[in-house]
């Protein structure tokens, strides 16, 4: 099975911040990644799918980055509807995995 | 308007059984694969199993023998049979669509229901 590593697991950021959050699988998986934000009581929602394609509607501060084992979600300048836990997920292989998510909170 | 209903939640006893449905409309679920993702209490997502177009299905180790996917085209409705419950399976019950493209493969989900929540408890 394929190991996605988040980190970090949480992090405190100000309005205006630029935040990296990255997810490391434990073999090579292309471009096979999604990123996911959640909002609390809230189902998740795709900000970035095919790794690095921005899905339709999501603002362009938010971004992603990598291939093969690594990568990133970058979000250029944080605002406060950002404050939520985001979560990559590998769809390379079965069983697909998500990462352990990370909470970004008001610094 | 693409959406996703999941119902058949509930209170069930260590051992006992549920079936999930989940309910789409606004798209032809035959041309996608349905997968349910779940919640435990506090902690992240975990993906649990899938059904594709082609009705091949797929389990994550904790619920492989337990967990039965299965679709039904004509009520456009997916379902999970969950059987020999445990209280670890307690959780909010996601399900969420994607599509399968025959150059590139899976493409994750684009739409999820908004999930429906399993205690497992005595």
């Known amino acids: 099975d394929i190991q996605m590593t988040q980190s970090p697991s949480s992090l405190s950021a100000s309005i205006g911040d630029r935040v990296t959050i990255t997810c490391r699988a434990s073999q090579g998986i292309r471009n096979d990644l999604g990123w996911y934000q959640q909002k609390p009581g809230k189902a998740p929602k795709r900000l970035i799918y095919a790794a690095s394609s921005l899905q339709s509607g999501v603002p362009s501060r938010f971004s992603g980055g990598g291939s093969g084992t690594d990568f990133t979600l970058t979000i250029s300048s944080l605002q406060p509807e950002d404050f939520a836990t985001y979560y990559c997920l590998q769809h390379n292989s079965h069983p697909w995995t998500f990462g352990q998510g990370t909470k970004v909170e008001i610094k | 308007e693409v959406q996703l209903a999941e119902s058949g939640g509930g209170l069930v006893q260590p051992g006992g059984s549920l079936r999930l449905s989940c309910a789409v409309s606004?798209?032809?679920?035959?041309?996608?694969?349905i997968s349910w993702v779940r919640q435990a209490p506090g902690k992240g997502l975990e993906w649990i199993s899938i059904?594709?177009?082609?009705?091949?299905?797929f389990y994550a180790d904790s619920v492989r023998g337990r967990f039965i996917i299965s679709r039904d085209n004509s009520k456009n409705t997916i379902y999970l049979q969950m059987n020999s419950l445990r209280a670890d399976d307690t959780a909010l019950y996601y399900c969420a669509r994607g599509y399968y493209h025959i150059l590139s493969g899976s493409d994750g989900f684009d739409y999820w229901g908004q999930g429906n929540p399993v205690t497992v408890s005595s």
């Open positions: 059904v594709y177009s082609g009705e091949s299905t």
């Open positions: 606004g798209f032809n679920v035959s041309d996608y694969y």
